[in-house]
């Protein structure tokens, strides 16, 4: 059975640029969620996704969005980017949330130069 | 003060040492998990609590729900145990929220 899968692994952008960001998540699973892990603030919730509904939000700005696909699959979209999101940005999968183990992928790690 | 406290925030042991890392919260929880990230940043979900107390190989995790306490015990630690450990919790109102990790290394 097929992992979590993000891509890009890795990206570099400038400021002011916008990225989009992938997770395919294990087969069967409805639930995605978003993570942001910096040195300084370690990991962070974005948002979950559940059968193509937001269901949860984090406390990060509205340059933040994403949305989720019929098939699960989820994108995360981060608009005029800034030096401080620069970061590993982790996906999680699971049947129904996080009542139930978390699969997670590698993660897109993202430079902002 | 953080909402998720671990402790120690590194450590580091000898082959076949008995490891306890803590995880306190300030906050009601529906849930509590505990991670395992290794070099690179790829994460392992290792246990998902609600009370009681969880065994898988040689990993151990307990909770407290009243004094808000849990703890990741590893038996005879092995040098592949080095990782990262964090401990997130699901509060009341389905935010999570993750400790600072704790940084194990063990030595052969």
């Known amino acids: 059975k097929a992992g979590v899968t993000q891509t890009p692994r890795y990206l570099i952008k400038t400021r002011g640029q916008q990225v989009t960001l992938s997770c395919s998540p294990i087969?069967?699973?409805?639930?995605v969620s978003w993570y942001q892990q910096t040195p300084g603030q370690g990991l962070q919730f974005l948002f979950e996704?559940?059968?193509?509904?937001?269901?949860n939000k984090g406390n990060f700005p509205g340059r933040f969005s994403g949305r989720q696909f019929s098939n699960s699959r989820s994108e995360m979209n981060v608009s005029t980017l800034e030096l401080g999101d620069s970061a590993l940005y982790l996906c999680?999968?699971?049947?129904?949330?996080?009542?139930?183990?978390?699969?997670f992928g590698d993660g897109t790690r993202l430079s902002i130069l | 003060k953080n909402e998720v406290e671990q402790s120690p925030q590194n450590l580091t042991a000898q082959e076949g040492e008995f490891i306890t890392i803590n995880c306190s919260y300030s906050v009601g929880i529906s849930a509590l998990h505990w991670l395992q990230q290794h070099p690179g940043g790829g994460i392992v979900s290792l246990f998902m609590l609600s009370s009681g107390k969880k065994k898988h190989g040689r990993l151990i995790a307990t909770i407290n729900i009243q004094e808000k306490h849990s703890s990741l015990h590893i038996t005879a630690s092995h040098p592949r145990d080095s990782a990262v450990y964090i401990c997130?919790?699901?509060?009341?109102?389905?935010?999570?929220?993750f400790g600072t990790g704790t940084r194990l290394q063990v030595f052969p």
């Open positions: 999680a999968s699971s049947f129904s949330g996080w009542g139930q183990p978390q699969h």
């Open positions: 087969s069967g699973h409805r639930s």
């Open positions: 997130a919790v699901r509060n009341n109102t389905d935010k999570l929220i």
């Open positions: 996704y559940f059968s193509e509904t937001q269901r």
